[in-house]
């Protein structure tokens, strides 16, 4: 397309090797299919790549600049996707006008992403660890304190929260052990005076996941996981469910 030959920012998406998600690198270019060939030869985690241009032309080397930073720090910050880029990109300091220009072009890009079923960028829930609301859910099994959100993709664990330090013999070898130990690699949950404690929000495909990372041993997150009133969330999401199949 002609359209690769202009400025454009570009992000490669791919399978993480453990399989425990996507890993995903932001750049900007003006020439992509040279950029491509490029990366085809010096990396091999992409399957996908998305490019994001204008119609106009009227994109700048600033801006790309610009935008390539924006959404390289926000694929950081989420935390859905792990980041292949080494740094933060360049932000320069840019005047107020280009500044609106890119946050209009961010915002429009992270909704044509989304659409195309690339979250990167997306918050794991608008619900946060201070919001005061009937749909926090507790896990407060084994002497844990947790508190997260049941959404669409699978359950939140707030940042914040506390699991258990130490794992049962029988978990050593689960998968979800494993996710335990990724989530440590990757700085996102860590180990302080005893407690396993949340760094940031961590999205899990599924509420078992979630507390068993949180206590340390299989367990079955559909009870474990209660609201303010005792409810579990079996009872919350399930049953009604049940009742009308």
């Not at 990396?43 to 998305?50: C, G, H, R, S, T």
Request: aromatic share 8%; charged share 25%; glycine share 10%.
């Amino acid at each position: 397309m002609r359209e690769s030959e202009q400025l454009a920012l570009y992000f490669l998406v791919g399978e993480r090797d453990d399989g425990l998600g996507k890993r995903l690198y932001v750049g900007q270019s003006g020439d992509i299919r040279k950029r491509l060939a490029a990366h085809n030869k010096e990396k091999d985690f992409w399957e996908k790549v998305l490019v994001l241009t204008t119609r106009t032309e009227s994109l700048t080397s600033t801006h790309a600049l610009y935008l390539e930073s924006l959404f390289i720090q926000e694929a950081k910050r989420v935390g859905r996707y792990e980041a292949e880029n080494a740094n933060e990109g360049m932000r320069s300091h840019i005047p107020p006008p280009l500044v609106a220009d890119c946050l209009e072009i961010f915002e429009t890009g992270r909704a044509l992403l989304a659409c195309l079923g690339h979250l990167a960028f997306e918050p794991l829930t608008k619900l946060t660890s201070d919001t005061s609301s009937k749909d926090i859910l507790f896990c407060r099994r084994s002497g844990t304190s947790a508190q997260g959100a049941y959404t669409d993709e699978g359950l939140v664990v707030f940042k914040g929260s506390m699991g258990k330090a130490e794992i049962g013999k029988g978990f050593q070898g689960h998968a979800f052990a494993r996710l335990r130990s990724e989530l440590l690699r990757q700085g996102k949950v860590m180990l302080e005076d005893g407690l396993l404690i949340f760094k940031e929000d961590v999205l899990f495909s599924s509420p078992s996941g979630a507390s068993a990372v949180v206590c340390g041993a299989a367990c079955n997150g559909w009870l474990d996981w209660k609201d303010a009133a005792g409810q579990t969330l079996h009872d919350l999401k399930r049953k009604d469910a049940e009742l009308v199949d």
